[in-house]
C-alpha cells in the first residue's frame, strides 16, 4: 500500500508536469504570434512613417520656394503685376507674371510681348489641357482634373539686367503632391533683348561649370541632411537646363525640374554659385553685364 501510494504519488506529479509543458507551449506558441503580428504592425507603421516624412519634406522644399524673398516689392516702378485665371469645372489656370514699364523704356515691349505671347499663352494652355483629356470614353477621362500654376521671381542685377525665374506647377487628380518645372530668363534692359548662356560664360565651359555644380552638389549631400538620395547631375541634363539660371546679388542660380537633380521628397530645385568661383569661366568682356558695377544706381 505505502508502495502503491508512492507510485500514485509520482504519476500525478509526472502528470502536472506534463500539463504544464503543454500549457507552456500553448503560450509559447501564442507569444511568438503577438510578437509576429507586432513586428509587422511595426513594418507597417515605419514605412507610412516614411511616406508622411517624405510627404512633410515635399511640402517643405515647395514652400521653401514659394516663400524665398526676391526684388518685386523693392522695383515697383518697373515691375507692373499681372495675372490670369480660369476656374472651369476639369481644370484650374492660374497664371502670375511681370511687365515691364514700357514708359521707362520703349524696349520692354520686347519682355512683355515674349512673356504674354509666347510663355505665358493661355490659348496654348487650354489647348494642351484638353488634349490630354481625350481618353477614349475613359471613366478616368471624367474624374481626371488638371491645375495649372504660374509664379515667379524678378531680380533686378544692376541697371542693365533683369533676371526672371518662372516656376510652375501642375497638379494632377489622384497625385498627392504637384511636380515643379522651371524657365530662368534674363533681360537686358538697355538693349532689350534676351540674354544667353554664352553672353555670360566663355564658349564651350559647359564641362567645366558642370563639374563645379557637381562638386557643390556632392558638398550638399555629404555636409546637409536635406540632400539625402540626391546624385550628381549628367552632361545631358546641365545642357538640357544650361540657360536655366539667375543671378541675384553675388550669385549665379541654376534651377532644375523635379526629378532631375534630386528626388521630389528631398534636396533642392537648384544649386547657387557665388560669382567669385565662376572667375574660371565667366566670359571677360565689357559686354558681360555680370562685369557691370552693382553700384550703380538701378532703375
Known amino acids: 500500500m505505502k508502495y502503491l501510494n508512492l507510485i500514485l504519488v509520482v504519476l500525478l506529479f509526472t502528470s502536472c508536469k506534463s500539463d504544464k509543458r503543454e500549457e507552456s507551449v500553448i503560450e509559447t506558441e501564442d507569444i511568438e504570434q503577438i510578437i509576429s503580428k507586432e513586428l509587422d504592425s511595426l513594418q507597417r507603421m515605419k514605412g507610412d512613417g516614411n511616406a508622411v516624412t517624405k510627404s512633410i519634406s515635399i511640402e517643405y522644399k515647395q514652400k521653401e520656394l514659394i516663400e524665398k524673398k526676391d526684388q518685386r516689392s523693392e522695383f515697383e516702378k518697373l515691375i507692373i503685376n499681372k495675372s490670369y485665371e480660369i476656374q472651369q469645372p476639369d481644370y484650374t489656370i492660374n497664371f502670375k507674371y511681370?511687365?515691364?514699364?514700357?514708359?521707362?523704356?520703349?524696349?520692354?515691349?520686347?519682355?512683355?510681348?515674349?512673356?504674354?505671347?509666347?510663355?505665358?499663352?493661355?490659348?496654348?494652355?487650354i489647348s494642351d489641357i484638353e488634349a490630354s483629356k481625350i481618353l477614349c470614353d475613359s471613366i478616368e477621362a471624367i474624374n481626371f482634373r488638371e491645375d495649372r500654376f504660374i509664379d515667379y521671381k524678378i531680380y533686378i542685377v544692376n541697371d542693365q539686367l533683369v533676371s526672371v525665374l518662372f516656376y510652375k506647377e501642375n497638379f494632377y487628380s489622384g497625385a498627392m503632391h504637384p511636380s515643379y518645372s522651371f524657365d530662368c530668363f534674363n533681360f537686358d534692359l538697355n538693349k532689350g533683348v534676351f540674354m544667353k548662356?554664352?553672353?555670360?560664360?566663355?564658349?564651350?565651359s559647359e564641362e567645366e561649370l558642370l563639374i563645379l555644380i557637381n562638386e557643390r552638389i556632392v558638398n550638399k549631400i555629404q555636409n546637409s541632411e536635406l540632400y539625402y538620395d540626391c546624385w550628381?547631375?549628367?552632361?545631358?541634363?546641365?545642357?538640357?537646363?544650361?540657360?536655366?539660371f539667375v543671378i541675384n546679388d553675388n550669385h549665379v542660380e541654376f534651377y532644375f525640374d523635379d526629378c532631375v537633380m534630386c528626388p521630389s521628397y528631398t534636396g533642392s530645385y537648384s544649386i547657387e554659385l557665388p560669382l567669385v568661383d565662376l572667375l574660371s569661366v565667366l566670359k571677360k568682356s565689357n559686354?558681360?553685364?555680370?562685369?557691370?558695377?552693382?553700384?550703380?544706381p538701378s532703375r
Do not use: C, H
Open 287 to 296: 559686354s558681360n553685364l555680370l562685369m557691370v558695377d552693382k553700384n550703380q
Open 232 to 244: 550628381e547631375l549628367s552632361a545631358s541634363d546641365f545642357f538640357e537646363s544650361k540657360n536655366n
Open 197 to 204: 548662356y554664352e553672353d555670360f560664360f566663355n564658349q564651350g
Open 98 to 125: 511681370p511687365q515691364l514699364d514700357e514708359s521707362l523704356n520703349a524696349s520692354n515691349r520686347n519682355f512683355n510681348e515674349f512673356i504674354t505671347d509666347y510663355y505665358v499663352n493661355i490659348k496654348k494652355a
